[in-house]
């Protein structure tokens, strides 16, 4: 083989390799830049709750990463008003853990899935489930 072609392939794969890691945003915190896109999502889950629990919340960010057409959000819920979270009885929760899978279809972001106080650890396997998610959303 000629060094030209070693040069050539080598690039080809470097360029190739750059290209395929997807950028990871981290929205723990708002900023000017992340602003619109986080409050939008946060505002997604928020009314999703709010349908199944008739309150309104508020959220302590605790893993908020965006990549690609993929957000992978955790933390914990609180009620706007302040008060302490009303739950049925009659079902077991686990107060107070939030987490969701957002996806982009089509330009807009909608909740793959989520789970508020479940008592089990539902995303286990959520990455299988999604494999186009890039892995490095999930990771503190």
């Given at each position: 083989m000629s060094r030209k072609f070693i040069y050539i392939f080598i690039s080809i794969f470097i360029t190739v390799s750059l290209t395929s890691q997807q950028t990871i945003q981290n929205y723990k915190t708002k900023s000017k830049t992340n602003e619109v896109e986080r409050t939008y999502l946060l505002d997604l889950l928020r009314a999703?709750?709010?349908n199944e629990f008739k309150?309104?919340?508020?959220?302590?960010?605790?893993?908020?990463?965006?990549?690609?057409?993929?957000?992978?959000?955790?933390g914990t819920a609180k009620r706007k008003d302040g008060k302490?979270?009303?739950l049925p009885?009659?079902?077991?929760?686990?107060?107070?853990?939030?987490?969701?899978?957002?996806k982009?279809?089509?330009?807009?972001?909608?909740?793959?899935e989520s789970a508020a106080f479940s008592t089990d650890v539902w995303w286990d396997g959520i990455q299988q489930?999604?494999?186009k998610a890039s892995k490095d959303i999930f990771i503190d």
């Open positions: 999703r709750m709010s309150q309104e919340f508020i959220f302590v960010v605790e893993h908020f990463k965006v990549a690609g057409d993929y957000a992978w959000f955790r302490d979270i009303e009885e009659d079902i077991p929760y686990d107060c107070c853990h939030v987490e969701a899978l957002y982009k279809v089509n330009g807009k972001w909608q909740i793959s489930r999604y494999p």
